[in-house]
């Protein structure tokens, strides 16, 4: 079994700890000092520590992202979302990693429970061609896969064309 461990770059985890910490917080901030309230309300140090604490939470489990291809097996974990497939089940949609921007029938429409940010976009979304699939995407080449029941699968990981070169070993095998 081989296992890719991934993470979004530094850069996009602070952008996420900012948009969820710190704008919320600079909020916090200037409604509790609108109200001649500043510093002193038990309500404003809760409320910052509750928002550092999720945003935090967050950031902590975007770290938490691995790639596992067994003989039978691929196992892919984002985040809060862990799916498995058969190998014999998945087929390629292209040959090689692909821009997303490039198919427009790939990119997604909306999420159905994932969340996504810029440079991280993590669970299961309706794409463009309203089929559903399971998308870890943390770069701008990605992969796409489909499998038996008509799903498809986007990663976009870093050593992608590592990974496609094993998966095509496997399956060739």
Known sequence: MTKFNYQPSALTQ?????????????????????????FTSK???LGLALLVL?????VACMRHNWLSISATELTVRSSFY???YLLKELKKVCDAPVNLMMLNDYAWKRRRRA????????????????????????????????????????????????????????KTA
Do not use: C
Not at 54 to 58: H, K, M, R, T, Y
């Open 115 to 170: 969340f996504s940010f810029p440079g991280y976009h993590s669970g299961h979304f309706v794409l463009r061609n309203g089929k559903s699939a399971f998308v870890s995407v943390i770069a701008l080449e990605v992969l796409i896969y489909e499998d038996s029941k008509g799903h498809y699968l986007l990663l976009g990981v870093p050593e992608i064309e590592k990974i496609q070169s094993l998966l095509d070993a496997i």
């Open 82 to 84: 862990k799916k498995t």
């Open 54 to 58: 999720l945003a935090s939470g967050l």
């Open 43 to 45: 309500g404003f140090w």
């Open 14 to 38: 602070g952008l996420i700890f900012f948009v969820l910490a710190g704008l919320p917080g600079i909020m916090l901030l200037l409604l509790s000092w609108a109200n001649n309230s500043a």
